[in-house]
Every structure is written in C-alpha cells, then in structure tokens.
C-alpha cells in the first residue's frame, strides 16, 4: 500500500530536511577541512606579525619590540626570537630539523605541536615566530559538542517555523483547491480571495478571471441554445403543419398546394441557412481552430461575392461603387471569405431598391457604406447573435440575425480592427487595411 504524504506534510519535511542538510554539510567541513583552515589564518596572521617585527628592527625601536612582543604573547600565543647564528644555534636548529619559511614541529616531550616561522635578517640575525597548535586540537571536543547542539536547536527551530509556514501556505492552496472544486460541478459563487504578493496570488486571481470566463461562456451557451431552439422551433411548426395539411388532402387546389410548397421550401432554406450559420460559429469558437495567414487580395474576394448574390442584386437593382485599387489583406482566405459574403449579402438585403453600395477608402479604413430603410435602435447589439434591427422586423426582411457575429468573429480571429457607424440613414461597415 503506497504511503500518502498530503502537501503540508511535504513542505514541513523538506524544510526540516534541508536545515538538517545544511548543518550536516557545516559539520562535514569543520571535520575535514577545519585543521588546514585555523592553520592557513595562522600563518596570515604570523606573516604580518613578522612585517611589523621586521619593521620595528630596521627603524631600531626596541622598547616599541618589546611591549609588542609581550602583547602578541598574551593575547595571540606568539612568541618572537631574535637570535644571532653561532654554532650552539645552529646546532640546535639542525637538531630540530628547522628550515627558514614555515615549519611544524613537536615537542616530543611536552607532546606539543609547534608552527614556526623563520626568516633571515639583513644582519645576519634570524627572526624567528613560533605559536602552539595544541590549542585547536584542545577545542574539537568541545566544537563537535556544540555542533551536534546547533544541528539539534536548528532542527527544532526549523519544525516550528516550517510548521507555521508550511500551515499558511497549504491554507492557501486548501481554498484555491475548494474554489476549483466548485467550478468543477459549475458552482461559481465562491472566490479565491488570496493575497500574498507571489504566485499563488497570481494563480488565484487566474482561477477567479478563468471563473468569471467559464461563468459568462456557459450563460451565452445557454442563451445561444435558446435562441437557436427557438429560431429552428418556428420553421420547423410550419413545415410540420403545412405538410400535413397537404398529406391529409386538406389543401386540394392546386393554385393553394403551390403556396404551401413555396412556403415549405422558404421555411426549410430558412432552416438550412439557420443551421449553416450555427455550424460556422461552433466551427469559429473552437479552441483548436488554424489559421492559414496570408496575403490576398479584397478586390477579387470583394468580386466573388457580388458574383455569388448577383439575383438579389438584379432584383432590387442595386448598383456597386468600388472606388478602390487592388488592395491586399493578410488573412486567412477561407474565413475571410465568409464575413465578406455576409456583408455583401447583408449590404443587397437592407439597401433600397435601386440603390448603390459604395465600397471605399477613407483614414486608412475601408468601408462598405449602404442606405437602410426603418431604424436601427442600438449598433452595439447587432454584434449579438440573434439579434436583429427594428428595421428588419418593420420591413419583413429575411434572416436569423447571425451574420454580424459571424463577422465578427472571424475579424477578431484575423485580429482585424473593426466597426459599425450609421450616419443619415447610411449603414457603414469599416475594418483597418493597414495593421502593424
């Protein structure tokens, strides 16, 4: 059976984990390298010991010597020797083996170990320093002791603080762990409300933006749903019902059997139309949608789809000024397409008849201007999906109110800069041609 750690548990254990470490790596070192340290800070200390020495003797300050001999002795350990080089010396020198720079020597006796510095005057006399090493070696005992106290009292310390540490962080990550939790089954009343100034601030403040999106995105989901149940309900009643009275030989004149046909059809083109649109958008909301970029030219696409609604455009007789030059967008052709189509289909179906739709360049924006019969209420909600002008209702003018949001959407898609303004009964679609 595997062993669950919860995350407290973890934190606390690695914070006591890594003092034990540290101290661990301190008390390794003192054993290894502690010796050759105090006796490189020795032979430091000695070398500008024997500076000044050598200083005083030149300059011929004895009493200066003297009074600083005695205090080296007393506060450091280190004696200084003058000694001149006749033989008794250097017999003595020869017996223990003493070069001049650094020595270590024992006193076979007194079991003392002795580091020694010499060094040879211009006058021929030696100066000599000499300090006990027996001191350090007295100490280990005692620093061994003291380490194993330091590990003890800093593990100790370590569990209290990384108790408390460990207790505020996971208090964090247990609330952002409930909000989550929530959001799961599409609860989202609960906010994180953390504020710590580092990242789980950050990560909280993300888990309450990702609610308030999800939140929104499910309320349109739902609303989109109804509406589209709604618009497909009322084509749907009266196919069903016309084509029952033609089943059931209610309709028997044939000049009345054509016009439940005419109005079966134009309910099922609604319906087709309905659902094309409603496929386009899903297909444009996906979070996997790729993008092909590429330069293409607006006059050509412009042109097909006057081509594609050229009837609508004879039969309203509808003229187009194109007062532009061949001008290239980077985009992705195969969407951009679409949004084109529905603004030239939307252009021919709101436009008077014989009217024109001009199509131009004004403040590096292009603009598809057309007249409108009736009145527009509010521009900002005709970027909704079912959503239709007063104007469409007043003059009977077909649709489902989803071209506009399908346009919008691919323009935010090619991340194209766009509007809407109507001015004297113009409506004026416009998008930037030239992006940075």
Known sequence: MRLKINFFQKIFIFSVAIVIFTVSIGYILNIFFLDDFYLYRKKENMLKVAEKAKILIAERRRDELDEYKEDLRDKEGIDIAILREHKQHMRRREEENIKEGFNVATVTKAKIKLLIYSEKLPDGR??????????????????SIFNVLTTVVSVMLSMLVGRVFSK???????????VTRKISV????????????????ELSKNIDIMSNNLNLSIENLKSFAS???HELRTPITVISTHAQALANGIVKEEQEQRKYYKVILKESSYMNDLVGNLLTIS???????????????????LKDSIEKYEILELEKDIEWDIAISDISIKCDEKIFRIAIDNLVHNALKYSKSEDVIKVYIQD??????????????????LWEPFTRGENAKEEKIDGNGLGLSIVKKIMELNKIDFGISIE?????????????
């Open 126 to 143: 030696n100066l000599t320093l000499r300090t006990s090493l027996s001191v350090m070696n007295s100490h280990k005992h005692e620093l």
């Open 283 to 301: 297909r444009l909301s996906s979070p996997g949608i790729k993008l092909d970029m590429k330069d293409v030219s607006f006059k050509e696409i």
């Open 168 to 178: 505020k962080i996971t208090m964090n990550i247990e609330k952002l762990n409930s």
């Open 227 to 229: 509406n589209a149940s």
């Open 364 to 381: 590096n924006k292009l603009f598809v201007e057309n007249s409108i019969k009736g009145k527009l209420d509010s521009v900002d909600n």
């Open 186 to 201: 599409l609860d989202f009343s609960e906010k994180t409300d953390v504020h710590t100034g580092d990242e789980i601030e």
């Open 424 to 436: 004297d009964k113009k409506f004026k679609f416009f998008f930037d041609i030239f992006r940075s």
